[in-house]
């Protein structure tokens, strides 16, 4: 007895084919007009699927209904298929309404541009072979890094699982490059002694702050003069990395130096209020935003030296201080201290956790103020904190 071809299976043959909703702006009225030829189409296949047994045969009695139903889509909108500038500029304006950082939706958007053009169709009638097939592109002929394979995943799936919400099946060819584990870049004292030397003003202020809180970069860059409370020695961290607040000690070494600093910003404050330079602040909206922006506290405690003109809002702004000026400053420093070892922002944030676990600090306290979701995490510096391998001393100095 010959056995019915899988109308699921026959279903994923043609999909890649059909016009989905989301490739245009219909009006609310032809919503549920579309929704029933769909229907249509599926009962229409499921049939096609029943009457079958070659697969062959299926397959272009299937493709001929899908032609049917594109037409009749097609009629019900005179909107052409949606095309890449488009999509790209809905998923951003999707993207700041969820509050995902400005870095994120620009890298997201890349990647999801280049893989609209990879295939030259809209994502919507792609399914997860293409995926795999792209992803497989990256890793073998462009040969970019595993952070990039990563990131260039991550978009793509943020746009069919958040913005498209099509479920996909399980990509069992695809596999991304592992990340080799590699210990951290601790500076000793010496080394930071030598690195301090190198610097001055803003830069070994900031530098002074990351070794001696464990910031990460951008929560050091985008701290506003409101996230410092003197009275408690506490610098509140907000939307740190996964969108997560904590609290950091203020260095007592450093305290006079960042209220010298809250000081010339309240002077910039004035001059800015002046001329009509605002702040920008994500985080707020309507009226509330307005009055926020006219008070010191959310000004940046790291200021730009020059204000820009938003194009969207036309709004003259100041923002932070770039994060590259203070990599470039660490980068330098570093040569000029002679010091071997690759100096990076973020080099300090493992010597700060180093340093304290050598001084009997636990490794709970330490998670947090690291801001690990994971213990395993912060359990990496365990292995550096000895003198050696291990603790262990080479049988030559016995």
Same mark, same amino acid.
């Given at each position: 007895?010959?056995?019915?071809?899988d109308?699921?299976?026959?279903?994923?043959?043609?999909?890649?084919?059909?016009? =989905?909703?989301?490739?245009?702006? /219909?009006?609310? %009225? &032809?919503?549920?007009k579309? $929704?029933?030829? @769909?229907? *249509?189409?599926?009962?229409?296949?499921m049939?096609?699927?029943?009457?079958?047994?070659?697969?062959?045969?299926?397959?272009?009695?299937?493709?001929?209904?899908?032609?049917?139903?594109?037409?009749?889509?097609?009629?019900?909108?005179?909107?052409?298929?949606?095309?890449?500038?488009?999509?790209?500029?809905?998923?951003t304006?999707?993207?700041?309404?969820?509050?995902?950082?400005?870095?994120?939706?620009?890298?997201?958007?890349?990647?999801?541009?280049?893989?609209?053009?990879?295939?030259?169709?809209?994502?919507?009638?792609?399914?997860?072979?293409?995926?795999?097939?792209?992803?497989n592109?990256?890793?073998?002929?462009?040969?970019?890094?595993?952070?990039?394979q990563?990131?260039?995943?991550?978009?793509?799936? =943020?746009?069919?699982?958040k913005? /498209?919400?099509? %479920? &996909?099946d399980k990509?069992? $060819?695809?596999? @991304?490059? *592992?990340?080799?584990?590699?210990l951290?870049?601790?500076?000793?004292?010496?080394?930071?002694?030598?690195?301090?030397?190198?610097?001055?003003?803003?830069?070994?202020?900031?530098t002074?702050?990351?070794?001696?809180?464990?910031?990460?970069?951008?929560?050091?860059?985008?701290?506003?003069?409101?996230?410092?409370?003197?009275?408690?020695?506490?610098?509140?961290i907000?939307?740190?990395?996964?969108?997560?607040?904590?609290?950091?000690?203020?260095?007592?070494?450093?305290?006079?130096?960042?209220?010298?600093?809250?000081?010339a910003?309240?002077?910039?404050?004035?001059?800015?209020?002046?001329i009509?330079?605002?702040?920008?602040?994500?985080?707020?909206?309507?009226?509330k935003?307005?009055?926020?922006?006219k008070?010191l506290?959310?000004?940046?405690l790291?200021?730009?030296?020059?204000?820009?003109?938003?194009?969207?809002?036309?709004?003259?702004?100041?923002?932070?201080l770039?994060?590259?000026?203070?990599?470039?400053?660490l980068?330098?420093?570093?040569?000029?201290?002679?010091?071997?070892?690759?100096?990076?922002?973020?080099?300090l944030?493992?010597?700060?956790?180093?340093s304290?676990?050598?001084?009997?600090?636990?490794?709970?306290?330490l998670?947090?103020?690291m801001?690990?979701?994971?213990?395993?995490?912060?359990?990496?510096?365990?292995?550096?904190?000895?003198?050696?391998?291990?603790?262990?001393?080479?049988?030559?100095?016995f």
């Amino acid at each position: 007895m010959n056995k019915n071809i899988d109308s699921i299976a026959l279903w994923k043959l043609v999909a890649h084919e059909v016009y =989905f909703f989301s490739k245009f702006e /219909l009006p609310e %009225e &032809l919503i549920s007009k579309g $929704n029933k030829l @769909l229907a *249509s189409l599926k009962r229409r296949i499921m049939h096609i699927a029943s009457e079958h047994v070659d697969i062959r045969i299926s397959e272009k009695s299937a493709l001929r209904a899908v032609f049917e139903y594109n037409q009749s889509v097609k009629k019900m909108t005179s909107v052409q298929l949606e095309s890449i500038d488009t999509m790209v500029g809905r998923i951003t304006t999707f993207m700041r309404t969820k509050g995902y950082s400005r870095k994120t939706i620009v890298a997201y958007s890349y990647w999801i541009r280049k893989y609209y053009s990879f295939y030259g169709k809209h994502p919507s009638g792609l399914d997860s072979s293409h995926i795999t097939g792209f992803i497989n592109h990256l890793v073998n002929q462009e040969q970019v890094s595993i952070s990039t394979q990563r990131v260039a995943f991550n978009g793509i799936m =943020f746009l069919y699982n958040k913005f /498209l919400n099509i %479920e &996909l099946d399980k990509m069992e $060819n695809l596999k @991304l490059s *592992s990340k080799p584990v590699k210990l951290p870049t601790v500076l000793n004292k010496m080394e930071l002694k030598n690195l301090f030397a190198q610097l001055s003003g803003t830069h070994l202020l900031i530098t002074k702050l990351l070794y001696g809180t464990g910031m990460r970069l951008m929560e050091c860059m985008t701290l506003r003069i409101r996230d410092l409370d003197f009275e408690r020695n506490e610098i509140h961290i907000h939307s740190g990395k996964g969108a997560k607040d904590r609290v950091v000690m203020l260095p007592a070494n450093i305290a006079s130096e960042l209220k010298d600093q809250v000081a010339a910003v309240a002077l910039l404050h004035l001059k800015d209020t002046k001329i009509e330079v605002s702040v920008q602040i994500p985080f707020l909206k309507g009226s509330k935003l307005v009055s926020k922006q006219k008070e010191l506290g959310y000004r940046y405690l790291w200021p730009a030296s020059r204000p820009f003109v938003d194009k969207q809002t036309g709004g003259c702004y100041r923002h932070h201080l770039h994060e590259t000026v203070v990599q470039r400053a660490l980068h330098s420093a570093g040569i000029k201290a002679g010091i071997r070892k690759s100096v990076y922002p973020h080099c300090l944030r493992h010597t700060f956790a180093t340093s304290l676990l050598e001084h009997g600090y636990d490794i709970r306290s330490l998670q947090e103020l690291m801001g690990h979701t994971d213990l395993k995490t912060t359990s990496v510096y365990l292995h550096i904190v000895n003198k050696g391998a291990n603790g262990c001393l080479s049988p030559l100095d016995f």
